[in-house]
């Protein structure tokens, strides 16, 4: 998808980036082999035929970063297809709010790392573990997981590319919190988990240092973990929905007016 994007470049809307689609500029390539385009002046288009050339380039290396900082946030969806091999589910456990950490989930898309405080949470691991990802898939991360680690952790999260889930659902009408979006759109999780939310991971943890009981660390790193591992579904989902309001009938041209 973020080869048929334009909405990072300078000025160009939703509005803009469908009337170049409805030309029949479908891509990139499309856009610099077209020798005008309807809407945008000579110059500007010399202009943006700069800018595609570097975002060719930019892709070519990998940096998500690029396109991020010049795209709408919502719309970072659209790098995940292309860096899914070099993305990073998060989720972290906190005690409160405004609490520390006790919990920080990794998860590839093949393997989970969990951090537990006081056992294997480190600063500088996670900070190298972070560096390792051109992009950061979280639910509700920008408001909650990514500035408790940086209060927490200073420096520990890259500059890099993030999609929060939690705004990228609401694009296609899915609301509330990831437990109850899971069951919307058919993500189970396993029955002694259900029943577990970010109150009843405070009590575990509690649990956990007052008792010195493992079982309860378990339960709590067992939670999280499947925080993670249900982020890769979801976001397929969300990336499939979102995709297929651009795309009608598996041809490449963009249909914005397609119901989800």
Known sequence: MIHQSFIFLPKISHTKEQSIWQQGINGWDDFLNAKSVAGISPKTKCFYDLCLTRAKKELKEDNALHFYERMPNVEAWRLYEYFKEQT????????????????????????????????????????????????????????????????????????TAHIDLRHTCKKIGLTGGLKLIEQQVGIKRPEHLKAIGGDQAIDLWRAYKSSGDKEYLDLLVQYNEEDIVNLKPLMWHVYDKLKNNFVKNGSSRPCLNQKI
Do not use: H, Q
């Open 88 to 159: 990073c589910f998060l989720d972290i456990e906190t005690v409160g709010y405004n609490g520390y950490i006790t919990v920080v989930g990794l998860y590839d898309g093949y393997d989970t790392k969990i951090m537990v405080k006081d056992i294997n949470l480190n600063m500088k691991i996670l900070k190298e573990e972070l560096a390792k990802y051109k992009l950061l898939v979280t639910f509700n991360g920008s408001s909650f997981d990514l500035p408790c680690l940086n209060r927490y952790y200073p420096g520990c999260v890259p500059k």
